[in-house]
């Protein structure tokens, strides 16, 4: 009866150590194949251009202008046109891994159509590019507050067909809006040029 138990118990060892082997590879080659993935990603980037979506609240401030609530709306708005203009500058000045150009969150034929009419340069001049480039997306995703106070903003690189990329890809950039913190959308932009320029450099060496 022992010796039964024993080679059961030593058959289902070894079952254990195949199952794991096999997750292993199945997780292995997953992993690969993300890999070359994120390493075409980066390199058509590199090569194409970076379509910024500016952040407009625009039904927000709508419905607290319903509300009655104008004054707090205009605070809203003017402080997502102060962030937007501070944006564009960080780009601007820090941005250098690939084209990029700007277009209004209110323009969804941008994304429903492909329709680069209203995209516009960091001059607020409309872009002229090659359709046939490699296109991505930059949105603004989501504010995420401390102790009720906005603290770091979201942005995130997405593909033409508006799907989230996928890590190893760096996708997800974060900028701090501290006040104590002054140009931290510059830095944040800085950060996110460093990042995608180093992340090429190891997947073309």
Request: overall charge positive; glycine content about 2%; hydrophobic content about 45%.
């Given at each position: 009866?022992?010796?039964?138990?024993?080679r059961l118990l030593i058959r289902e060892g070894i079952l254990l150590v195949l199952l794991i082997i096999v997750l292993h590879s199945s997780s292995c080659a997953s992993y690969k194949a993300k890999k070359l993935?994120?390493?075409?990603?980066?390199?058509?980037?590199?090569?194409?251009?970076?379509?910024?979506?500016?952040d407009g609240r625009d039904r927000k401030i709508q419905l607290l202008q319903q509300a009655g609530n104008h004054e707090e709306a205009q605070k809203l708005k003017e402080k997502i046109q102060d962030r937007n203009q501070r944006l564009i500058t960080a780009f601007k000045n820090h941005y250098f891994f690939s084209d990029f150009c700007f277009y209004p969150n209110t323009k969804r034929e941008v994304i429903k159509y492909h329709d680069y009419s209203s995209v516009y340069d960091y001059d607020y001049n409309l872009c002229d590019f090659d359709e046939d480039i490699?296109?991505?997306?930059?949105?603004?995703?989501?504010?995420?507050?401390?102790?009720?106070?906005p603290s770091?903003?979201?942005?995130?690189?997405?593909d033409n067909k508006i799907m989230r990329l996928e890590?190893?890809?760096?996708?997800?950039?974060?900028?701090?809006?501290?006040?104590?913190?002054e140009n931290n959308l510059e830095v944040g932009v800085?950060?996110?040029?460093?990042?995608?320029?180093?992340?090429?450099?190891?997947?073309t060496k």
């Open positions: 009866m022992l010796e039964k138990d024993f993935i994120a390493k075409d990603h980066i390199s058509q980037l590199s090569k194409g251009i970076l379509l910024i979506r500016i490699p296109i991505y997306f930059m949105f603004f995703e989501s504010e995420l507050s401390l102790f009720r106070t770091f903003v979201i942005y995130e690189i997405k890590k190893p890809f760096p996708y997800k950039f974060r900028t701090s809006t501290f006040f104590i913190y800085k950060n996110m040029d460093r990042i995608l320029e180093n992340y090429l450099y190891k997947n």
